[in-house]
């Protein structure tokens, strides 16, 4: 099956964007209005963050909604006004509508109940288990795309604190990279479709992927 994906997110109004920069850029402290030039700013600052969160956050620590948002925050506050703070228009990509602004926050408090409660600190030594933990707690947030920008990445975020407090590396996500990897990509995006209806089997084969590819 092929996945026809824009890479582009639909909004009903685009007064958040920055003037002349074609749609694509939000409206930034610095101006920018270059896709290119923000797209390597963002990079810099997220080597940045994930760096300074491994040094705040430790193998004890249980997440919590609030975190997400402190993480979010930490990486793009010096970039976008939005930064740690729920979106406020509908989003949707391809045809796939994320959570109701007006829902946010209660689903990021279920998700903290029901997912970041359970699954962290994560502690998990089998391969199978630790897998299915990351995937189920990557799905649900990726389902919520709390966030104006960044949803993805803040997710892969979180996924590497969780990595850490198991004891193991960073992921490398290159195996569902659009760019390195079109077909990854591609089946990472019908796992999160499955996540949809609770199915975790697809997100959770990916992670074991991405878990044995990042410790060779």
């Given at each position: 099956m092929t996945i026809k994906n824009s890479g582009r997110y639909c909004v009903p109004t685009d007064e958040d964007f920055e003037p002349d920069s074609n749609n694509e850029v939000?409206?930034?402290?610095?101006?920018?209005k270059s896709a290119e030039k923000m797209g390597a700013l963002e990079e810099q600052e997220l080597e940045r963050t994930e760096l300074e969160l491994l040094k705040i956050f430790d193998e004890s620590h249980r997440f919590t909604a609030e975190d997400i948002c402190n993480i979010h925050e930490l990486w793009?506050?010096?970039?976008?006004?939005?930064?740690?703070?729920?979106?406020?228009v509908n989003m949707s990509k391809d045809g796939f509508p994320f959570a109701a602004p007006l829902r946010i926050e209660s689903s990021m408090k279920e998700f903290e109940k029901k997912y970041l409660a359970i699954h962290t600190p994560c502690h998990y030594s089998d391969p199978s288990e630790l897998?299915?933990?990351?995937?189920?707690?990557?799905?649900?947030?990726?389902?919520?795309?709390?966030?104006?920008?960044?949803?993805?990445?803040?997710?892969?975020?979180?996924a590497d604190l969780m990595a850490m407090q198991a004891n193991r590396p960073s992921l490398n996500f290159s195996a569902i990279d659009k760019t390195e990897n079109e077909k990854g990509f591609e089946q990472y995006i019908l796992a999160i479709h499955a996540g949809v209806s609770g199915s975790y089997e697809p997100i959770q084969e990916i992670f074991s992927k991405l878990l044995e590819q990042s410790t060779t």
């Open positions: 939000l409206k930034n402290y610095l101006g920018i793009l506050g010096d970039v976008y006004p939005s930064a740690g703070k729920y979106r406020t897998a299915l933990a990351l995937g189920a707690v990557h799905i649900e947030l990726i389902l919520i795309h709390p966030f104006r920008e960044g949803n993805g990445r803040t997710a892969r975020l979180l």
